[in-house]
């Protein structure tokens, strides 16, 4: 019911910037919390940030001061703006969107994921 599309990430160096961001569609009442998690090689999913439909941000204690987390309601789309990035910061970046949708008589709540974008950071 929702389809989440990624795009920005790519290979930069220590210290520079990215832009994410991450386009929800398909057939749904509204769009709720949206976040970004990673993944490193041989670690578990973690969050990195989320937003919620109102504009409430939460970061990671790792990413606080670096990395903002914005979203344009009216374009559905959520972006992650990342400075001073660090090689720690290497991983694949999920985008995350919970959505309402309607179903007949029943409104209901659907977690939805994107495909993932690489985001490599090199010393």
């Not at 949206?34 to 969050?47: D, L």
């Not at 990342?82 to 720690?88: F, G």
């Not at 999920?94 to 659907?110: F, K, N, P, R």
């Given at each position: 019911?929702?389809?989440?599309?990624?795009?920005?990430?790519?290979?930069?160096?220590?210290?520079?910037?990215?832009?994410?961001?991450?386009?929800?569609?398909?057939?749904?009442?509204?769009?709720?919390?949206?976040?970004?998690?990673?993944?490193?090689?041989?670690?578990?999913?973690?969050?990195?940030?989320?937003?919620?439909?109102?504009?409430?941000?939460?970061?990671?204690?790792?990413?606080?001061?670096?990395?903002?987390?914005?979203?344009?309601?009216?374009?559905?789309?959520?972006?992650?703006?990342?400075?001073?990035?660090?090689?720690?910061?290497?991983a694949?970046?999920?985008?995350y969107?919970?959505?309402?949708?309607?179903?007949?008589?029943i409104?209901?709540?659907?977690?939805?994921?994107?495909?993932?974008?690489?985001?490599?950071?090199?010393?």
């Amino acid at each position: 019911q929702v389809q989440l599309v990624e795009s920005g990430g790519g290979l930069v160096q220590a210290g520079g910037s990215l832009r994410l961001s991450c386009a929800a569609s398909g057939t749904f009442r509204r769009i709720n919390d949206m976040g970004w998690y990673r993944q490193a090689p041989g670690k578990q999913r973690e969050v990195v940030a989320l937003i919620s439909s109102g504009g409430s941000t939460n970061y990671a204690d790792s990413v606080k001061g670096r990395i903002t987390i914005s979203r344009d309601n009216a374009k559905n789309t959520v972006y992650l703006q990342m400075n001073s990035l660090k090689p720690e910061d290497t991983a694949v970046y999920y985008c995350y969107a919970e959505a309402t949708y309607d179903s007949g008589s029943i409104v209901g709540l659907t977690a939805s994921w994107g495909q993932g974008t690489q985001v490599t950071v090199s010393l």
